[in-house]
């Protein structure tokens, strides 16, 4: 690799690029790496441990790289542990954040940062401590398409203003193939080759695109003869199940995120809700799904759905949801309760009260549908994040409820994954469910023929409606310390 | 990330007390963090020393034309206020009633008796934590972390690498808040949000706060790596530090503005007779 390359790393999950990138940045050193070592890296001529040249690392969750509290001093936080003398260190923080263009105070609180200028922060970050190297490990996968684009540029500017050679793993390969020179594709360990393809993109991706998207990369579609989803023709949609109505929602104790949504969820149909961060698309997710308390207006279920219930969800008991209205968090990690995968599918069924015999068929034919046989005695934390996610899908699914609202279910999948989910929910709509999928993926939204329902900013001169159940008074005190 | 609450806020806060911007300047919230701590001390210390009226009430008679100094409005003043409050009256109450008696007996109820010399040991209790009370609040919302962990590791020399990580760990322990009510919410949906009895509900709530920690564990692992990457925690290499903590005349005079209250207090109990050294 010559100083000044743009480089996009690409593999299958599994393929060790991560830690290819660690290893660059000289963090995996003899004393606390698990692994053997073989072979050498040379980072500028001298072993990479011993960080000869300077290596930046943002990696991919924005949320655990803000260090400091204020923008300012998170900046100089890497300058201070190199030692470089104060009055150094306001320079390059000025410098780097005008670079990834972070027109902020240096008081500005890192808490009010979106998910992308956080990533602009971290890179920020790195680009202070002057580095000759710029190493990304996946630095866009948890961000929205404006933030995809934010941190993408913001890199671009960097590389070309300090000449740095830059390292992107990634496997959302449009957002990055304008961007580098060169792409090299990494082989899983079955491969026997630790390097499957090397070159410039428009070669490596017109020679091997058809492979890499078969490896779950995400390969621009002018490389690739197939479509990333077959076409597939919705059923007609039916009536609505659940319905909110002048609907304003809140988490217990926080602002009010949205102040008034008309939403309609007709049985046989998918339901897109997008909108910017921050619109409040989770919090409105979850209060339609009758996990949240609604603060005005209403959620509404019709008879065929409530069964016997009455019509406001929240109020339903948390076991009546289970039949009703699954819930698939967007991250799986929050809903595993149990340690294997086949108790996790077994857990919904059982509360249920279903006879065990039917219970493990459940299970049974859950595990074949979703590729997860092999795994049924795996704990499911140690699954990866496409299995991980299956599962997480796999659970809401295991009760059979009518509705089914799915927070960001495709939010870092790779290819392969995303296309099982597709074919996941195309069945469900078919079988009759109602989906609310809330989401940023466009080819989702067409895949699945989802009708789009945009959620603006909460604007403060709407009022908010009444109730349309009044809470019963013996909630009040619950309410009040925030439990429910 | 969607939907920052208003414990977001206080997770990653600009004050020890968990307030965004919302702070006025004053001489207290520019004073070195420093210096507010060795202020609240020298109170504390002073109060604890001895159990009267006299003392505790002079105390709190200055600190309170102070509490505008918070640079908090009166409602968000009371809110922090609060639980010291409601730590001070109930402590106050129980010293009342089975405080050591003295003097004429005012109330008896079989064992629990209120006599003159319990009233005044309650009194003196309520007044006592209220007094010492005050500083801690005005600590807390006056001093910034980052501003805090500046003053320790540059003027108390404490390691820089137990300053920061504790600085880093305070930001994420109010990210815990907004985990815990998700794991919440996801257990109602999952089937066992009305879980009820001692045992069972016992049992729900061990797997959650054991789900919270493999969650907290994840990402302090995430961000012991960037920092890392970012150069930290090499043992012995020299650091500077971009935000220079000074110690300047106004932060003398915040200390020394406290000392005059602890001895205030005290000489005012010294005179009317009434300080008692508590140990000894």
């Not at chain 1, 790289?65 to 201070?80: H, K």
Request: net charge neutral.
């Amino acid at each position: 690799m010559a100083a000044g390359e743009r480089v996009l790393l690409l593999g299958a999950s599994g393929s060790g690029k991560s830690t290819v990138l660690a290893a660059l940045a000289g963090l995996l050193t003899g004393a606390d790496a698990d692994g053997e070592e073989e072979g050498e890296l040379l980072v500028a001529g001298r072993p990479a441990s011993e960080r000869a040249a300077r290596a930046g690392l943002v990696l991919q969750d924005p949320e655990s790289q803000v260090v400091l509290s204020r923008v300012g001093d998170d900046v100089a936080f890497g300058c201070e542990n190199l030692a470089v003398p104060p009055e150094e260190i306001w320079r390059r923080v000025r410098e780097a954040l005008d670079v990834v263009g972070l027109d902020l105070p240096l008081r500005h609180p890192t808490a009010a940062l979106s998910g992308g200028q956080k990533q602009r922060l971290a890179l920020a970050g790195a680009l202070a401590m002057a580095p000759g190297m710029l190493l990304l490990d996946e630095p866009t996968a948890n961000l929205d398409p404006d933030g995809v684009l934010e941190v993408r540029d913001a890199v671009t500017a960097a590389v070309t203003r300090t000449g740095a050679t830059l390292v992107v793993v990634e496997h959302r390969v449009a957002v990055w193939a304008d961007v580098v020179d060169r792409v090299v594709v990494l082989g899983r360990p079955a491969d026997g080759t630790a390097v499957v393809a090397d070159g410039p993109p428009e070669v490596v991706l017109a020679a091997s695109g058809e492979a890499l998207s078969a490896r779950g990369i995400w390969v621009p579609q002018r490389y690739r003869r197939a479509p990333a989803a077959r076409p597939w023709q919705p059923p007609a949609a039916g009536t609505p199940l659940l319905s909110a109505r002048a609907l304003a929602c809140a988490r217990p104790g926080g602002p009010v995120a949205v102040r008034s949504a008309d939403l309609d969820l007709p049985a046989a149909s998918t339901t897109a809700l997008t909108g910017a961060n921050g619109a409040g698309k989770t919090t409105l997710a979850l209060t339609v799904a009758g996990l949240l308390e609604p603060v005005g207006g209403g959620v509404v279920a019709a008879p065929a759905l409530a069964a016997g219930l009455g019509p406001a969800p929240w109020r339903w008991r948390s076991r009546e949801l289970l039949r009703r209205v699954g819930t698939v968090f967007q991250d799986p990690e929050h809903q595993l309760l149990t340690s294997s995968v086949a108790d996790e599918l077994a857990h919904g069924p059982r509360r249920l009260g279903l006879p065990e015999p039917a219970v493990r068929a459940r299970v049974e034919e859950l595990l074949e549908r979703l590729g997860l046989a092999a795994l049924a005695r795996a704990h499911p934390y140690t699954l990866s994040g496409g299995e991980k996610r299956r599962l997480s899908v796999a659970t809401a699914l295991a009760t059979g409820p009518r509705v089914v609202v799915l927070d960001e279910p495709t939010f870092g999948q790779d290819a392969v994954t995303w296309a099982a989910l597709v074919d996941l929910l195309r069945e469900l709509v078919q079988d009759g469910a109602a989906l609310l999928a809330v989401t940023h993926d466009r080819e989702l939204v067409a895949a699945t023929g989802a009708r789009t329902h945009h959620l603006a900013p909460p604007d403060p001169a709407v009022a908010l409606a009444p109730r349309l159940d009044a809470p019963p008074p013996r909630r009040s005190l619950r309410r009040l310390v925030g439990s429910r | 990330m969607s939907g920052a609450t208003g414990t977001s806020d206080a997770a990653e806060g600009t004050t020890l007390g968990g307030l965004v911007g919302s702070v006025r300047a004053t001489p207290l919230t520019r004073a070195n963090p420093l210096a507010l701590l060795a202020g609240a001390l020298v109170i504390a210390v002073a109060l604890l020393a001895t159990v009267d009226v006299v003392s505790a009430a002079t105390a709190l008679l200055l600190e309170i034309p102070l509490l505008p100094l918070a640079g908090l409005g009166p409602r968000a003043l009371a809110v922090r206020m609060l639980p010291v409050l409601l730590a001070s009256v109930p402590a106050g109450l129980v010293t009342t009633v089975i405080g050591r008696d003295a003097g004429a007996v005012l109330l008896d109820l079989g064992p629990l008796s209120v006599t003159e010399g319990s009233l005044d040991l309650g009194v003196a209790t309520t007044l006592r934590i209220l007094a010492v009370g005050v500083p801690g609040v005005l600590l807390l919302v006056s001093a910034d972390p980052t501003d805090l962990g500046d003053a320790l590791a540059q003027r108390l020399r404490l390691p820089p690498r137990f300053v920061l990580g504790g600085l880093a760990g305070l930001r994420l322990a109010g990210l815990l808040v907004l985990e815990w009510r998700t794991l919440s919410l996801a257990r109602r949906a999952r089937g066992l949000g009305d879980v009820r009895g001692p045992l069972a509900g016992t049992r729900v709530a061990a797997g959650q706060a054991f789900a919270l920690l493999v969650l907290a564990l994840r990402r302090a692992t995430r961000l012991a790596v960037a920092m890392e990457a970012r150069g930290f925690g090499a043992p012995g290499a020299p650091r500077t530090w971009a935000r220079r903590s000074t110690f300047a005349a106004r932060d003398v005079g915040v200390v020394a503005g406290c000392a005059l209250v602890a001895a205030a207090a005290t000489g005012a109990a010294v005179w009317a007779g009434t300080w008692s050294l508590v140990v000894g």
